[in-house]
Protein backbone atom coordinates (compact mmCIF):
# COMPACT_ATOMS: atom_id res chain seq x y z
CA UNK A 1 0.00 0.00 0.00
CA UNK A 2 0.66 3.62 0.34
CA UNK A 3 1.45 5.40 3.36
CA UNK A 4 4.08 8.18 4.52
CA UNK A 5 5.98 8.39 7.92
CA UNK A 6 7.03 11.70 9.17
CA UNK A 7 9.57 12.42 12.49
CA UNK A 8 7.26 13.00 15.61
CA UNK A 9 7.25 16.60 17.00
CA UNK A 10 7.33 18.93 17.99
CA UNK A 11 10.43 20.01 17.14
CA UNK A 12 12.05 24.00 18.53
CA UNK A 13 15.28 25.31 17.37
CA UNK A 14 17.02 28.16 17.93
CA UNK A 15 16.90 31.11 14.91
CA UNK A 16 19.69 30.21 12.36
CA UNK A 17 19.76 26.44 13.56
CA UNK A 18 19.70 23.80 10.31
CA UNK A 19 16.26 22.19 10.21
CA UNK A 20 15.97 18.69 9.07
CA UNK A 21 12.34 16.70 9.00
CA UNK A 22 12.70 13.55 8.15
CA UNK A 23 9.71 11.60 6.17
CA UNK A 24 9.97 7.83 4.30
CA UNK A 25 7.30 6.68 2.58
CA UNK A 26 5.81 3.22 1.06
CA UNK A 27 4.17 3.10 -2.02
CA UNK A 28 3.63 1.15 -6.01
CA UNK A 29 4.95 2.48 -8.59
CA UNK A 30 7.32 5.98 -9.02
CA UNK A 31 5.13 8.68 -6.79
CA UNK A 32 5.57 12.33 -6.62
CA UNK A 33 6.20 13.69 -3.66
CA UNK A 34 5.41 16.31 -1.53
CA UNK A 35 6.14 19.11 1.60
CA UNK A 36 3.18 21.22 2.56
CA UNK A 37 3.35 23.64 5.30
CA UNK A 38 0.18 24.95 7.26
CA UNK A 39 0.35 27.95 9.32
CA UNK A 40 -1.51 28.81 13.06
CA UNK A 41 -4.98 28.16 11.70
CA UNK A 42 -4.82 28.60 7.77
CA UNK A 43 -4.84 25.93 5.28
CA UNK A 44 -1.91 23.65 3.68
CA UNK A 45 -0.22 25.58 1.19
CA UNK A 46 2.11 23.47 -1.08
CA UNK A 47 6.10 24.08 0.12
CA UNK A 48 8.24 22.07 -2.69
CA UNK A 49 7.83 18.95 -4.53
CA UNK A 50 9.33 16.36 -7.14
CA UNK A 51 8.14 13.94 -9.63
CA UNK A 52 10.73 11.50 -9.88
CA UNK A 53 13.93 10.10 -8.50
CA UNK A 54 16.82 12.54 -7.83
CA UNK A 55 14.56 15.48 -8.21
CA UNK A 56 15.31 18.18 -5.98
CA UNK A 57 12.27 20.35 -4.97
CA UNK A 58 13.21 23.47 -2.95
CA UNK A 59 11.64 26.81 -2.01
CA UNK A 60 11.97 29.89 0.32
CA UNK A 61 15.50 28.51 1.74
CA UNK A 62 13.51 24.56 1.85
CA UNK A 63 14.79 21.61 0.18
CA UNK A 64 14.15 17.79 -0.22
CA UNK A 65 15.27 15.27 -2.19
CA UNK A 66 13.60 12.49 -3.73
CA UNK A 67 15.83 9.63 -2.53
CA UNK A 68 14.18 6.39 -3.88
CA UNK A 69 17.25 3.53 -2.83
CA UNK A 70 16.15 4.73 0.80
CA UNK A 71 12.17 5.71 0.09
CA UNK A 72 13.04 9.53 1.89
CA UNK A 73 12.45 13.05 1.56
CA UNK A 74 13.65 14.72 4.48
CA UNK A 75 13.01 18.51 4.34
CA UNK A 76 16.33 20.77 5.24
CA UNK A 77 16.66 24.29 5.70
CA UNK A 78 19.83 25.50 6.38
CA UNK A 79 18.86 28.40 8.67
CA UNK A 80 15.71 28.26 10.22
CA UNK A 81 13.32 31.89 10.76
CA UNK A 82 11.13 32.74 13.08
CA UNK A 83 8.52 33.10 10.68
CA UNK A 84 9.25 29.54 9.39
CA UNK A 85 7.27 28.52 12.61
CA UNK A 86 4.32 26.06 11.08
CA UNK A 87 3.21 22.77 10.89
CA UNK A 88 5.08 20.66 8.12
CA UNK A 89 3.09 17.91 6.13
CA UNK A 90 5.08 15.11 3.65
CA UNK A 91 2.82 13.65 1.10
CA UNK A 92 2.70 11.29 -1.38
CA UNK A 93 0.53 11.44 -4.64
CA UNK A 94 0.31 7.97 -6.42
CA UNK A 95 -1.93 6.32 -9.53
CA UNK A 96 -5.70 7.06 -9.16
CA UNK A 97 -5.07 10.61 -7.91
CA UNK A 98 -4.95 9.39 -4.12
CA UNK A 99 -2.97 11.79 -2.17
CA UNK A 100 -1.48 10.20 1.29
CA UNK A 101 -0.33 12.47 4.27
CA UNK A 102 2.40 12.21 6.72
CA UNK A 103 0.91 12.92 10.65
CA UNK A 104 2.46 16.62 10.62
CA UNK A 105 5.46 17.99 12.77
CA UNK A 106 4.85 20.90 14.55
CA UNK A 107 8.20 23.51 14.05
CA UNK A 108 9.24 25.99 16.59
CA UNK A 109 11.78 28.83 15.83
CA UNK A 110 13.06 30.74 19.29
CA UNK A 111 14.32 33.88 18.84
CA UNK B 1 -7.65 32.79 -10.76
CA UNK B 2 -9.28 32.14 -7.29
CA UNK B 3 -7.90 29.82 -4.94
CA UNK B 4 -10.25 27.13 -3.48
CA UNK B 5 -13.11 28.38 -1.29
CA UNK B 6 -14.96 26.91 1.77
CA UNK B 7 -17.70 28.38 3.36
CA UNK B 8 -18.75 29.27 6.09
CA UNK B 9 -14.81 29.61 7.83
CA UNK B 10 -16.23 29.21 11.32
CA UNK B 11 -19.99 27.15 11.51
CA UNK B 12 -21.48 26.78 15.50
CA UNK B 13 -24.07 24.22 15.99
CA UNK B 14 -26.14 22.66 18.64
CA UNK B 15 -25.83 18.75 19.06
CA UNK B 16 -28.34 16.73 17.03
CA UNK B 17 -28.26 20.18 14.30
CA UNK B 18 -27.03 19.12 10.68
CA UNK B 19 -23.61 20.85 9.41
CA UNK B 20 -22.91 21.69 6.17
CA UNK B 21 -19.69 22.71 4.64
CA UNK B 22 -19.16 23.62 1.03
CA UNK B 23 -16.26 23.85 -1.04
CA UNK B 24 -15.52 25.69 -4.32
CA UNK B 25 -12.78 24.33 -6.08
CA UNK B 26 -10.37 26.02 -8.40
CA UNK B 27 -11.48 26.67 -11.94
CA UNK B 28 -10.72 23.81 -13.81
CA UNK B 29 -10.21 21.39 -11.03
CA UNK B 30 -12.68 18.29 -11.52
CA UNK B 31 -10.88 16.49 -8.16
CA UNK B 32 -12.00 17.42 -5.14
CA UNK B 33 -10.86 15.72 -1.50
CA UNK B 34 -12.37 16.33 2.15
CA UNK B 35 -10.01 16.08 4.96
CA UNK B 36 -10.38 15.84 8.96
CA UNK B 37 -8.06 17.58 11.28
CA UNK B 38 -8.80 17.24 14.82
CA UNK B 39 -7.26 19.24 17.40
CA UNK B 40 -3.24 18.86 18.00
CA UNK B 41 -3.51 16.14 15.50
CA UNK B 42 -2.44 15.29 11.94
CA UNK B 43 -4.53 15.44 8.84
CA UNK B 44 -7.23 12.81 8.24
CA UNK B 45 -8.26 12.10 4.67
CA UNK B 46 -12.55 11.49 4.53
CA UNK B 47 -13.59 11.38 0.83
CA UNK B 48 -12.35 11.66 -2.34
CA UNK B 49 -14.66 12.53 -5.51
CA UNK B 50 -14.77 13.61 -8.95
CA UNK B 51 -18.11 15.59 -10.54
CA UNK B 52 -20.70 13.53 -9.81
CA UNK B 53 -18.90 10.63 -8.46
CA UNK B 54 -17.91 9.43 -5.28
CA UNK B 55 -14.12 7.92 -6.07
CA UNK B 56 -13.19 7.06 -2.83
CA UNK B 57 -14.97 6.97 0.81
CA UNK B 58 -12.84 5.03 2.83
CA UNK B 59 -12.18 7.74 5.17
CA UNK B 60 -16.05 8.63 6.12
CA UNK B 61 -17.58 7.89 9.16
CA UNK B 62 -20.06 5.04 8.12
CA UNK B 63 -22.67 7.05 10.07
CA UNK B 64 -23.78 11.21 9.53
CA UNK B 65 -21.31 11.84 7.12
CA UNK B 66 -22.06 12.13 3.03
CA UNK B 67 -20.55 14.07 0.56
CA UNK B 68 -21.37 15.09 -3.10
CA UNK B 69 -19.64 16.86 -6.10
CA UNK B 70 -23.01 18.20 -8.20
CA UNK B 71 -22.45 18.50 -11.86
CA UNK B 72 -23.27 22.05 -10.96
CA UNK B 73 -22.34 23.99 -7.79
CA UNK B 74 -19.75 23.21 -5.03
CA UNK B 75 -19.24 20.22 -3.39
CA UNK B 76 -21.11 19.56 -0.11
CA UNK B 77 -19.89 17.63 3.25
CA UNK B 78 -22.85 16.94 5.14
CA UNK B 79 -23.00 15.63 8.99
CA UNK B 80 -26.52 15.07 10.23
CA UNK B 81 -27.05 14.80 13.49
CA UNK B 82 -23.50 16.60 15.04
CA UNK B 83 -22.37 15.37 18.27
CA UNK B 84 -19.71 17.38 20.58
CA UNK B 85 -16.67 14.49 18.40
CA UNK B 86 -17.57 16.14 15.28
CA UNK B 87 -16.00 19.77 16.71
CA UNK B 88 -12.78 20.07 14.08
CA UNK B 89 -11.27 22.21 11.45
CA UNK B 90 -12.67 20.18 7.59
CA UNK B 91 -9.95 20.96 4.90
CA UNK B 92 -11.26 21.00 1.01
CA UNK B 93 -8.88 20.50 -1.64
CA UNK B 94 -8.76 20.65 -5.44
CA UNK B 95 -6.79 19.11 -8.08
CA UNK B 96 -6.48 19.05 -11.68
CA UNK B 97 -5.56 15.43 -12.10
CA UNK B 98 -2.25 13.89 -10.95
CA UNK B 99 -0.47 17.27 -9.68
CA UNK B 100 -0.16 18.52 -5.88
CA UNK B 101 -3.57 19.37 -4.31
CA UNK B 102 -4.90 23.35 -3.37
CA UNK B 103 -6.35 23.35 -0.15
CA UNK B 104 -9.28 25.85 0.66
CA UNK B 105 -8.53 27.93 4.25
CA UNK B 106 -11.09 25.28 5.90
CA UNK B 107 -14.09 25.27 7.89
CA UNK B 108 -14.40 25.29 11.82
CA UNK B 109 -17.00 23.61 12.88
CA UNK B 110 -17.79 23.73 16.88
CA UNK B 111 -20.42 21.75 18.31
CA UNK B 112 -22.11 23.13 21.45
Known amino acids: GNSVTQMEGPVTLSEEAFLTINCTYT??????LFWYVQYPGEGLQLLLK?????DKGSNKGFEATYRKETTSFHLEKGSVQVSDSAVYFC??????????FGTGTSLTVIP | NAGVMQNPRHLVRRRGQEARLRCSPM?????VYWYRQLPEEGLKFMVY????????ESGMPKERFSAEFPKEGPSILRIQQVVRGDSAAYFC??????????FGPGTRLTVT
Open chain 2, 93 to 102: ASSPGRHEQY
Open chain 1, 27 to 32: ATGYPS
Open chain 1, 50 to 54: ATKAD
Open chain 1, 91 to 100: ALSNTGNQFY
Open chain 2, 27 to 31: KGHSH
Open chain 2, 49 to 56: LQKENIID
